[in-house]
């Protein structure tokens, strides 16, 4: 299955500036999806990313604050932007090939000051 | 809309017991459940995944989950505990028949596995 290196695998910001986390696979992949993990909850999901087409969000996240970009079938980015303390959480991206196995990365732990 | 509810969100058991994680999921049609574990800092590692094949389903490090239709669960089982397993289990469910674009999992709030030696 594919393998997905995300970075950074942590960082601390300060409130009001961005941060780009970046996901790369080894092989294509048809479907990448981006989740937020806040501590001690489970996987939300944020949007769903294909290539060639704007990204697809979920009640609640927008794009202004969560811009995605997926210029390949191998790469992804998510900003988390104009953050606050509220945004501490860790980030989490998924692939699929489009039939039921699914890739995750290891994840951002994000902390906002 | 598909749903996942686990029951439990702490479970603690002594080393060499039986685990028993449960998963119930809300949906029309028999879904493609998934387990996976998440050890502290990382991400999501699959254990074991329900595709409509045989509904007794083994997984990695021994562990096993059966579907049963009749109850609308996906219970994970393991007959041994390792000190190792200790972790957070999450149940997940996935709509067989969507479209393209909508491959997205729905995730269960997890449990968390405890191993008292």
């Known amino acids: 299955s594919a393998v997905i290196s995300q970075k950074p695998s942590r960082d601390i910001c300060q409130r009001g500036t961005s941060l780009t986390i970046q996901c790369q696979v080894d092989?294509?992949?048809?479907?990448m999806f981006w989740y937020r993990q806040q501590p001690g909850q489970s996987l939300t999901l944020i949007a769903t990313?294909?290539?060639?087409?704007?990204?697809?969000?979920e009640s609640g996240f927008v794009i202004d604050k969560f811009p995605i970009s997926r210029p390949n079938l191998t790469f992804s980015t998510l900003t988390v932007s104009n953050m606050s303390p509220e945004d501490s959480s860790i980030y989490l991206c998924?692939?699929?090939?489009?039939?039921?196995?699914?890739?995750f990365g290891s994840g951002t732990r994000l902390t906002v000051v | 809309a598909q749903s996942v509810t686990q029951l439990g969100s702490h479970v603690s058991v002594s080393e060499g017991a039986l685990v028993l994680l449960r998963c119930n999921y809300s949906?029309?049609?028999?879904?493609?459940l998934f387990w996976y574990v998440q050890y502290p800092n990382q991400g999501l590692q699959l254990l074991l995944k329900?595709?409509?094949?045989?509904?007794l389903v083994k997984g990695i490090n021994d562990f096993e989950a059966e579907f049963k239709k009749s109850e609308t669960s996906f219970h994970l089982t393991k007959p041994s505990a390792h000190m190792s397993d200790a972790a957070e289990y999450f149940c997940?469910?996935?709509?067989?028949?969507?479209?393209?674009?909508?491959?997205?999992?729905?995730f269960g709030k997890g449990t968390k596995l405890s191993v008292i030696p």
């Open positions: 997940a469910v996935r709509d067989p028949y969507s479209g393209a674009g909508s491959y997205q999992l729905t």
């Open positions: 990313a294909n290539q060639g087409s704007e990204a697809t969000y």
């Open positions: 998924s692939g699929t090939q489009g039939s039921h196995g699914y890739t």
């Open positions: 092989s294509q992949v048809t479907m």
């Open positions: 329900y595709t409509s094949a045989a509904t």
């Open positions: 949906s029309s049609v028999p879904p493609y």
